[in-house]
């Protein structure tokens, strides 16, 4: 079983900068795929950035490509998105996911929220005008 703890959420001026963290609770965090989604309200959940076990490979959604960036750090069993230049429509819950039977990356499909098998409860994000 697989524990994602996502943080770092919260209200933020348009242009400005957040870090969400998610923590996993296992120590096998070295063998997983890792992908960052969100859902606004009303909306499908829209994938954002993914990242390969070992942080070699990366993967953008075009709506945060140049804006947000995934970094992981399999020591603390972590993954960051860093994200810039928040814009009112950043406005949603953000989930963490885990692949763990290594299906996303192989197939190609990181950008499909049904290859990740556990997922974080989410985080709220707020970009004010």
């Known amino acids: 079983q697989v524990q994602l703890v996502e943080s770092g959420g919260g209200l933020v001026q348009a242009g400005g900068s957040l870090t969400l963290s998610c923590a996993a609770s296992v120590g096998t965090f070295s063998s997983y795929c890792m992908g960052w989604f969100r859902q606004a309200p009303g909306k499908e959940r829209e994938f954002l950035a993914a990242i390969s076990r070992r942080g070699g490979s990366t993967y953008y959604a075009d709506s945060v490509k140049g804006r947000f960036t995934i970094s992981r750090d399999n020591a603390k069993n972590t993954v960051l998105l860093q994200m810039n230049s928040l814009k009112p429509e950043d406005t949603a819950v953000y989930y963490c996911?885990?692949?763990?039977?290594?299906?996303?990356?192989?197939?190609?499909?990181?950008?499909?929220?049904?290859?990740?098998?556990?997922w974080g409860q989410g985080t709220q994000v707020t970009v004010s005008s």
């Open positions: 996911a885990a692949d763990t039977l290594g299906e996303a990356f192989a197939s190609g499909r990181y950008y499909y929220r049904w290859m990740y098998d556990y």
